[in-house]
């Protein structure tokens, strides 16, 4: 198994059926941020944690925070980032992957509440060669809940990012994505919170 070398916790959304308020500074249900829980939950297993895209409303909380790279294309920006943050970002235009470190990366988005480290242990120890490890749920991939290998997934997310087709969807699909399977008590962990009515349901 490659080591991990850090996690990213995407901050970058604009949460306008938040009314603008950063998701990731919305009360957890154990009474943290959202963020601050993600920091916990994958702090106890002795990883790294990093935010990824717009942080400024999270500037106290002494974070490292990664810009997507490029801006403007949705997470796909911030997932290239992440990779280059992990080290495979020297010589990633030519070459890329070269001589940068045996490792994979964590995704998570900042406004699912309830995974469980139990699920994040899962993922990390999941044994399969794919370049990507992520569950599916309603036939659609879970990008932002995932596992990635940086000198792999790298290339094609900057080819990607340079294309018109910057659907991290698409992205899983081209790599042949491995597929986490969840129980149906583990799936209903990554519920998100995209609106006010979500944060009322709990």
């Known amino acids: 198994m490659k080591p991990v070398a850090l996690a990213g916790v ?5 949460a306008r059926r938040m009314n603008g308020q950063p998701k990731g500074l919305l009360p957890s249900p154990d009474g943290s941020t959202l963020v601050e829980r993600w ?5 106890e297993l002795g990883i790294r944690v990093v935010l990824v895209g717009e942080s400024a409303p999270y ?20 997932l290239v980032s992440l990779l280059k ?27 699912m509440p309830f995974v469980s480290r139990h699920v994040v242990e ?8 794919a ?20 000198t792999r997934v790298l290339p094609a997310a900057i080819a990607r990012a340079a294309s018109s087709h910057h659907s991290l969807q698409g992205l899983l699909d081209d790599l042949g994505s491995a597929v986490l399977l969840l129980s ?14 979500d944060l009322a349901r709990g």
């Open 131 to 150: 370049p990507i490890v992520a569950p599916r749920r309603d036939g659609r991939w879970e990008p932002l809940c995932a596992r990635y290998d940086v």
């Open 85 to 111: 943050r992990a080290g495979a970002g020297a010589g990633a235009g030519a070459g890329a992957g070269a001589g940068a470190e045996e490792a994979t990366v964590l995704a998570f988005a900042c406004d």
């Open 10 to 14: 995407f901050v970058g959304g604009r």
């Open 184 to 197: 149906d008590e583990e799936a209903a962990e990554l519920r998100d919170w995209d609106s006010p009515d």
């Open 122 to 129: 899962r993922l990390i120890s999941f044994r399969h060669d």
């Open 59 to 78: 500037a106290s909380m002494g974070m490292e925070s990664l810009k997507d790279a490029p801006p403007g294309i949705g997470p796909l920006g911030g």
């Open 39 to 43: 920091r916990t939950v994958l702090g």
